[in-house]
């Protein structure tokens, strides 16, 4: 570290690598090395707008003394080059989601980042919701006795009928497609609610606007607890001004609605646990945590002020996606592309 500081490079200058130089950037812990990007036009903005020190090629920021830890906002084919070359030149690594497009990969950069006792992250951001956090704690608690299903469900308009998409979110060959971009979000969550050992199974999707890669996604994890739910994720829905996620979780004793604003539960009686008989309600305002900097959100700001935690020593988040944590919700995306491609 220079200093007292973590140095910060950030790979990727698109809308995440804005987000994060932006976040970073406010934080008085972190000093911002520099910017990795390969279009002319954004180094030039990034460097006479920003003043941000721009790179071309990410071996010249490695070479940079003063670099601690990367965070990586690039289009996920890239991530597996790109979070290995950083974890051999042992730097700390927060990648956006989904890790890589392989299970297989994904374990292989655990391992690697593990035996390197490197500090490694994931943009799985919902993780960092107050709501969604207070849900694991109600579903470890026992709150809702034994669970018997749920359904994890994220949708949004990021792809509209007679609109043409030409970023990378609609290109097959650069990790584009619902599954990976929102898909990934929903399948995450219901690896941090209820962990691993879990069964795939009645994968169904469909190409309805974009032509080349998925538009809508659904899938069944069945738990080796005995309980089972469905993912879905829908990018196409017109009714969404904004990606939304929604999760439901049902036990024996009680029911749960959550977003990532407010949380519905019902129990059959009070337990003790701080519930009334009946149905109660929560707002993130009830759980959440004052915002040092609000940018899309507290939880952005959230997530990677416990990387830099991390970076600088501190404790590990307990909520955070790491690498291996990753890896199981990578392995459910690489068994559904397999599905959805026929293979």
């Known amino acids: 570290m220079t200093g007292e500081k973590v140095g910060v490079g950030i790979v990727g200058f698109g809308r995440m690598g804005i987000t994060h130089l932006s976040i970073l950037n406010s934080h ?28 071309e090629s990410l071996d010249a920021l490695l070479d940079n003394p003063e670099l601690d830890a990367v ?47 490197l500090v490694n992250q994931v943009g799985y951001v919902y993780r960092a919701v107050s709501t969604i956090r207070r ?23 990021t792809v509209r009928s007679g609109q043409t998409n030409e970023s990378w979110r609609s290109a097959a060959g650069l990790g584009g497609g ?20 879990h069964t ?44 939304s996620l929604s999760l439901e ?3 024996h004793m009680g029911r749960m609605i959550v977003n990532p604003h407010e949380m519905k539960i019902f129990v059959e009686k009070d337990e ?35 990387f830099v935690t991390a970076c600088s020593g501190g404790a590990t988040c307990p909520h955070a996606c790491d690498f291996r944590d990753a890896a199981v919700t990578g392995n459910v995306i690489s068994e559904a592309r397999s599905v959805l491609s026929g293979h």
């Open 28 to 55: 008085p812990q972190v000093e911002i090395v520099g910017v990795v990007e390969e279009a002319k036009l954004l180094r030039t903005f990034g460097g006479s707008a920003l003043g941000v020190r721009m790179y």
């Open 272 to 306: 003790g646990h701080g519930f009334p008989r009946g149905w109660s309600s929560d707002t993130v305002a009830a759980h959440g945590e004052p915002g040092r900097f609000y940018l899309r959100g507290s939880e952005f700001t959230r997530q990677l002020d416990a």
């Open 178 to 197: 619902c599954l990976l971009e929102l898909g990934s979000h929903a399948i995450d969550l219901s690896v941090y609610l209820f962990g691993s050992g």
């Open 249 to 251: 979780v049902w036990g």
């Open 71 to 117: 965070v990586i906002a690039t289009p996920p084919k890239s991530h597996d080059m790109i979070v290995r070359r950083c974890l051999d030149a042992r730097k700390n690594v927060f990648c956006e989601k989904p890790l890589t497009e392989s299970g297989v990969a994904d374990a292989e950069l655990a391992q690697l980042a593990y035996d390197n006792g």
């Open 200 to 243: 795939l199974s009645d994968v169904h999707g469909r190409s309805v606007v974009s032509g080349h890669v998925d538009d809508f996604v659904s899938l069944r994890l069945a738990y080796d607890l005995g309980f089972s739910g469905y993912v879905t994720a829908d990018w196409m829905d017109v009714s969404a001004r904004k990606a």
């Open 135 to 157: 849900a694991r704690e109600i579903v470890e608690l026992g709150v809702l006795g034994s669970i018997y299903g749920f359904s994890s469900t994220i949708r949004a308009s």
